[in-house]
Structure formats: C-alpha cells, structure tokens
C-alpha cells in the first residue's frame, strides 16, 4: 500500500498566496455572514427554550427579525442551520497557503487547526459547538442530513488538494486519505461532545490528525 500521508506533488516552486485567500471578505458578504449568524444565533436561542422539533422556522425568523423566505435562502433546510457555518472556505483558504511539497495530513493539520484555534478564543463560539454537536447528537434529521454535509466537505476537500496536487479530482489515493481525514475528524469531535466538551477540542483534534499520520506512515 503506497504511503498515503505522503501523496507526492510536481516538483514546481510555491507561488504566493491567492490575493483573496487572506483578504477581509466585501462589505456584501460581511452582511451576509451577519444574517446568518443572526439566523443560527435565535435558532439556537429557541431550541434551548423549547426544543429543536418544537420550534418552527417562522419563529427563527420572527426571532432573528427577517422573514422566513429569508431563513430559506440561507439555509434550504432547518438542519441546515444547525450544520452549516463559515469554517469551509477559511479551511480551503489556507490548505491553499500550505506549501504544495508538504504531506496531506499535515497540510490539512495546519488548515483546520489554526482557524478553529482563533474561532475558539471566543468563549460564545466554544459554547454554540457544544450546543450544535448536541443536537447532532440527539436529533436524528439533523444527524441524516450531516451525512449529506460531510459528503459535500470530503468533495471539496478532495478537490483543493487535487488541485494543488495537479492531480485529477477522483485520483483514488487522494479519495482515501480525504476520507480518512474525515473519518477521524468527525470521531475526535464526536469523542469530546460524549466526554462533555470540557477539553481542548483544537488538542483532541491534533492528537486524532497525529495518530492517523503516524498508522498512515507506518504502512
């Protein structure tokens, strides 16, 4: 079995970074990711309240003060609010920055760790994780749907590294440590909700990315 931590790339210098991959997003998606936020913000406020099948979309929206049509745009489904958030193209942005020589995993250590560090110096971000794996946990349509999520994020993580690989998107070594790297991703997160989210997710994280190089470089 080839070593997969190690997938090689083409020899060819780094060049610099993507001049929007570090850049402070428009002043239009600044408000857009507002909305959001204000949406999942009084969604989560009501689930606490009264539960996530008892509440509706038309109270989210009376409570984030838009209308439901709005919620919709943002998130095709109720789930959606629970599952989705900004994280994907801060991580595909800097898994761009890495160098194209580096190994997958540790690529992909430094473009999820870093970002999630800096999201969790805030004390209210820390808090709404831990509320939203709950629900994941407990609520069965919102774990269903999260199948459909990880899906999506594999695909994309696939097709970054594709392409700073020059590699075709559906190259199978690529597709099996992606898939790996999910896998323990969503296990490590899983093992802290279920241990109480009292650790260091970013440190459980590390240790999940560090024993998968290690059995990876081992075969």
């Known amino acids: 079995m080839p070593d997969n931590d190690h997938v090689t790339a083409p020899t060819r210098p780094t060049g610099p970074a993507s001049p929007t991959s570090s850049a402070r997003p428009g002043l239009r998606e600044r408000k857009k990711i507002q909305t959001r936020r204000a949406i999942r913000r009084a969604a989560y406020r009501l689930f606490e309240?009264?539960?996530?099948?008892g509440t509706t979309v038309e109270q989210i929206a009376d409570a984030a003060e838009v209308s439901a049509s709005t919620v919709f745009r943002y998130f095709p489904t109720k789930e959606d609010i629970v599952l989705t958030d900004e994280y994907d193209p801060v991580m595909v942005a800097a898994l761009r920055d890495r160098p194209v020589t580096e190994p997958i995993v540790e690529s992909v250590r430094h473009a999820l760790l870093g970002p999630l560090r800096e999201m969790f110096t805030d004390q209210a971000e820390l808090?709404?994780?831990?509320q939203r794996l709950r629900l994941v946990r407990t609520v069965p349509a919102i774990r269903a749907r999260m199948g459909e999520n990880i899906q999506e994020s594999s695909r994309l993580l696939a097709s970054v590294t594709a392409e700073r690989l020059g590699r075709p998107e559906d190259d199978f070594e690529i597709r099996i440590v992606v898939g790996a790297l999910i896998g323990a991703w969503s296990e490590a997160i899983f093992h802290w909700i279920d241990t109480g989210g009292g650790?260091?997710?970013?440190?459980?994280?590390?240790?999940?990315?560090?024993l998968l190089?290690?059995?990876l470089n081992d075969r």
Do not use: K, V
Request: aromatic letters at 4%.
């Open 127 to 130: 808090d709404e994780m831990r």
């Open 49 to 53: 309240a009264q539960g996530y099948d």
């Open 213 to 215: 190089a290690a059995n």
């Open 199 to 210: 650790d260091d997710l970013a440190g459980i994280l590390d240790r999940a990315l560090t």
